[in-house]
């Protein structure tokens, strides 16, 4: 079955030399030209069937969807569009497909239609060119820490603490729902659950990355994280990719600077590694643009994006410096945003995070010093008494991309904030025993890894991204 690439043969120089190509027919025409797409590049080959070559019977089953294998010699094609075409000399059906009802026809379909056929939806050049990306940059990330000297570690899925403290959290048992075990008191006894504890999907793998980082130095996670928030954004998934690196020795100006080279490095090695796909979705975000009002277009193409994130630096500002741009900015003072900004220590929203990124600096923006109430019991805590050294970065059309900290290292302040959130310290007393052992100051981030991949792919609904979506009411698939 030894076959080659639809991707390579376009590379080759044709001298009419036979190959065999395998894959799936996108159209048909004239009972001559087959375009077959491979999935290993957005381009197709076009085959071309000579009259009575082929058997009536064989051609009649050529529809779009059928997978073929196709023998035959390479020539230049003489036909515009194409630089080589495969002449056939036999075609044999792998798979059928009914042209009834294979529900791809070759024309344009909606997202929202697209996501109902998800199974199928991988063979439209939108998706095949979105997942290529997708794996294009799983592998820049393990290449840009690798050539840095961090380790890659794995952390557990299934845990017992909740690491951003906030509760949205999936349970893990295997208890009887029917007949739950009962303790004295007419609570759920999880001591006879499998774990003999209460136990969750972790919501990130950032406190037992750092524990790695104690040890190991720097580090990273990239794994499934889960979150049962009732989100229904086109920015939030119950399951999503995220990257945690976790650096000793990284104060936060360190941690700003790696996310924001961390970004850039992304970026580039997609317009490096990328191109054909990048062209392919820029193009297809022109025309979406086209169709909207002058005024919500956007000023820059997909590709112009990119570069712009590789070549300016990122706008650092404090959450302070922040709030008094946006309680002075015009949508508040018209009463456009939502939520209005009126005081210091308010939680930024989407509305206002992108007022910042997309109307006032107009490029990437790093926030950082947000107040102690509104973020996690870990940051570390600034002299000022109020705020924690948290940062996020923030990205135009998406929002928050990453969100950070330096952590708290000293062991007297940590332990107030945990014992000031009621935190259980059965859940959290190896990851205080840090501070305990050798503390070392350390920071580190996460990376939403389909929030990158709408960035990099201009595609405005998350769910687009995953190869199956899981959010609230949908686990199809
Ligand atoms: O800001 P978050 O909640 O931070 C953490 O989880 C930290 N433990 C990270 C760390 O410091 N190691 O999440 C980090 C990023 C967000 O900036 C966002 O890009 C993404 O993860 N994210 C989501 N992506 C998709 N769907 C969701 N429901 C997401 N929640 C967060
Ligand atoms: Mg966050």
């Known amino acids: 079955m030894k076959t080659i690439k639809i991707k390579q043969i376009l590379q080759t120089a044709p001298t009419g030399q036979t190959l065999t190509v395998m894959g ?36 009649k089953r050529i529809t779009t969807g059928a997978c073929l294998a196709i023998t035959g010699n390479l020539q230049p094609s003489p036909a515009k569009g194409q630089a080589v075409e495969l002449v056939a000399t036999t075609v044999e059906i792998l798979g059928d497909s009914d042209a009834e009802k294979f529900p791809l026809q070759p024309k344009k379909h909606s997202l929202e239609f697209l996501r109902e056929i998800a199974h199928l939806r991988v063979r439209t050049n939108t998706f095949g060119t979105v997942f290529r990306i997708r794996h294009a940059m799983a592998f820049a990330v393990h290449q840009f820490f690798n050539q840095k000297g961090f380790f890659y570690v794995h952390t557990p899925i299934i845990t017992g603490s909740d690491a951003e403290g906030a509760g949205d959290m999936f349970r893990v048992t295997t208890l009887d729902i029917h007949n739950l075990p009962k303790t004295p008191e007419g609570e759920i006894d999880f001591k006879e659950d499998f774990f003999g504890r209460s136990t969750n999907l972790t919501v990130s793998g950032q406190l037992e990355g750092e524990t790695l980082a104690m040890g190991l130095g720097e580090i990273y996670t990239f794994g499934p994280t889960f979150r049962a928030e009732n989100s229904n954004t086109t920015r939030h998934l119950a399951e999503f990719w995220m990257i945690e690196p976790e650096m000793a020795f990284y104060d936060l100006q360190d941690n700003m600077d790696l996310a924001e080279e961390f970004i850039q490095y992304l970026c580039k090695y997609a317009l490096e590694n990328c191109q054909d796909d990048l062209d392919f979705l820029d193009k297809r975000a022109k025309e979406e643009e086209a169709a909207k009002p002058q ?3 956007s000023e820059l193409g997909l590709i112009e994006r990119l570069k712009f994130v590789t070549e300016n630096q990122f706008q650092r500002l404090s959450y302070t410096e922040s709030i008094d741009i946006l309680k002075n900015s015009t949508p508040n003072k018209k009463k456009k945003f939502q939520y209005p900004v009126e005081n210091w220590g308010t939680d930024l929203q989407s509305e206002h995070e992108r007022f910042l990124v997309e109307k006032h600096f107009k490029k990437p923006v790093i926030l950082y010093n947000y107040p102690a109430a509104i973020k996690s019991f870990y940051m570390r805590q600034n002299e000022d008494g109020k705020t924690v050294a948290a940062m996020d970065v923030l990205f135009p059309g998406i929002g928050e991309i990453i969100g950070g900290s330096q952590r708290e290292e000293r062991y007297d302040n940590i332990m107030k904030r945990v014992q000031e959130l009621n935190i259980p310290m059965e859940t959290v007393w190896w990851y205080l025993d840090l501070r305990k052992f050798g503390s070392a100051p350390h920071s580190g981030f996460g990376l939403g890894f389909e929030r990158l991949i709408q960035f990099v792919t201009g595609m405005t609904n998350i769910r687009d991204v ?3 979506p899981r959010f609230p009411g949908n686990a199809e698939f």
């Open 24 to 59: 799936w027919v996108r159209t048909f025409r004239n009972n001559q030209f087959v375009s077959l797409n491979d999935g290993s590049t957005i381009h197709n080959l076009q085959a071309v069937i000579a009259l009575n070559s082929v058997e009536e019977s064989i051609l």
């Open 295 to 297: 005024d919500q277009r």
């Open 466 to 468: 995953i190869a199956y």
